[in-house]
């Protein structure tokens, strides 16, 4: 007898696009206090910050897409 089970999916396209949020923030919060502070940043630390936006708007863009939408219709 085989045990299915259920992933909560609005559970994780709110928190999911709640992660992509909080990752965009972050980045863009830590390169604007960071150039105002510092005046110009390191070629990491900006990378650094930028990737966590890139990633912040794509979490945030196919999180609720996949578990929101495509996952339930697919169960």
Do not use: C, Q
Not at 14 to 31: D, P, Q, T, W
Not at 39 to 60: C, H, M, Q, R, Y
């Amino acid at each position: 007898m085989a045990y299915e089970r259920s992933l909560d999916h609005a559970f994780l396209a709110k928190y999911g696009f709640l992660l992509g949020v909080s990752l965009l923030a972050v980045g863009a919060g830590g390169e604007l206090i960071g150039n105002g502070l510092y005046g110009s940043l390191p070629a990491w630390e900006a990378t650094l910050f930028f990737d966590l936006e890139v990633a912040g708007v794509l979490i945030g863009f196919f999180s609720p897409t996949i578990f929101g939408i495509a996952l339930p219709l697919l169960e």
